[in-house]
């Protein structure tokens, strides 16, 4: 089996709740997202999803998806796309860095593999724990009373866990906190993420007026060392996500105790063949994780499921299911919410099959 060509369509989401907006003013209205296609020479195609959530974020942006396949994509033609971790190799050596740019070929090679294999890419990931995955709710950035009713009305749809937006000015992220967790019950989980937002005082501002509620504090500054100097300022629990991309950094947090749970983001760490390795390490040395990706649709979200799916349940500590955030379905058989939970498809590969009237026609084709 070999790739015979590679097709990238572009796809508008336009978000539910109208906007998403998070530290530094940074908003969102309609996230650009790339759909990868891998066709082989004996028919089977996969599919992939790369999303960046803008370009402010990380170091990624939507239309350097597609400049990034188009120096990529010639690279990889005849490789057999079931040889994951030869297709990593190829793709390291012919473009260095840009992980994100690899990551929505990885997820359709994985997709490839479990057609071919007849199997849900979940089981090839290691197998299924549990019945189904607890999924968070992002609550984007607004006045601490809008904030609190949206968590309330995502409480009633079942959700337990929320990943609060703060990162903002310190005094208004202290009573979005405390507005948030006043109407929680003790066993939901709130997590205040910063996304890097504040400077290394204001942090230890808010995480001392609110030393005494039950919450995660994540990403509070923009590096590593500022937010290992909060974490030995707080008795919180503490998760780390920007910082950690790269096995690494891994290391050196787990050696640094400087996280307890650590944020795995696909496009971040390159794809699910090295997101996996990482989570494997993760396993291994007994550190609870956050299993999702920048942005994406129902393609990204199958891919989030197998992943999530495929770790132990007290390794787990939440999931996301972007496909509830966007106004568009670009793939049919995509993991759906009930009851703030989903699971991974039982169906070979990633189980979702795109639609095409949603995709139109590719603005890139390799051959």
């Not at 309609?30 to 082989?40: G, L, Q």
């Not at 033609?77 to 994951?84: A, I, K, M, S």
Request: glycine share 8%; net charge negative; proline share 5%.
């Amino acid at each position: 089996m070999k790739i015979a060509r590679l097709l990238a369509y572009r796809v508008e989401l336009p978000l539910v709740d109208g906007s998403y907006n998070w530290s530094g003013g940074k908003s969102v209205t309609v996230f650009d997202s790339t759909i990868v296609a891998v066709e082989t020479d004996c028919g089977l195609i996969g599919y992939g999803e790369v999303c960046p959530l803008g370009p402010s974020y990380l170091p990624a942006y939507a239309e350097g998806v597609r400049a990034g396949l188009r120096e990529l994509g010639p690279q990889l033609l005849g490789l057999d796309p079931r040889e994951l971790t030869k297709l990593n190799h190829r793709m390291d050596a012919a473009l260095k860095g840009h992980p994100y740019v690899k990551s929505g070929i990885d997820m359709a090679c994985w997709d490839i593999l479990g057609k071919a294999a007849r199997l849900p890419v979940c089981t090839l990931l290691g197998g299924r724990f549990g019945d189904s995955v607890r999924l968070y709710r992002a609550i984007s950035q607004q006045a601490p009373e809008q904030m609190a009713r949206q968590v309330q009305s995502y409480r009633e749809q079942g959700y337990t866990r929320f990943q609060l937006k703060v990162g903002g000015e310190p005094n208004i992220d202290i009573e979005r906190i405390r507005a948030v967790r006043a109407l929680l019950q003790p066993t939901d989980t709130l997590i205040a993420d910063a996304n890097t937002g504040w400077t290394q005082h204001e942090a230890l501002r808010v995480v001392r007026a609110v030393r005494e509620l039950d919450v995660y504090i994540e990403q509070p500054c923009l590096t590593y060392e500022e937010c290992l100097a909060v974490r030995r300022h707080t008795h919180h629990p503490f998760v780390l996500d920007e910082n950690i991309d790269s096995l690494d950094m891994l290391l050196r947090g787990k050696a640094d105790l400087a996280m307890d749970v650590v944020n795995l983001k696909i496009s971040k760490l390159g794809g699910l063949t090295k997101t996996r390795l990482a989570r494997d390490l993760c396993v291994a040395m007994g550190l609870a994780m956050t299993l999702e990706d920048t942005w994406g649709s129902d393609i990204t979200t199958a891919a989030i499921a197998h992943l999530a799916h495929s770790t132990p349940e007290e390794l787990r500590f939440t999931a996301t299911d972007f496909n509830s955030y966007v106004t568009v379905s670009t793939a049919t058989g995509a993991p759906q919410r009930q009851q703030g939970s989903f699971a991974a498809s039982t169906e070979p590969g990633l189980g979702v099959a795109p639609r095409r009237e949603v995709l139109g026609q590719p603005v890139l084709e390799i051959v």
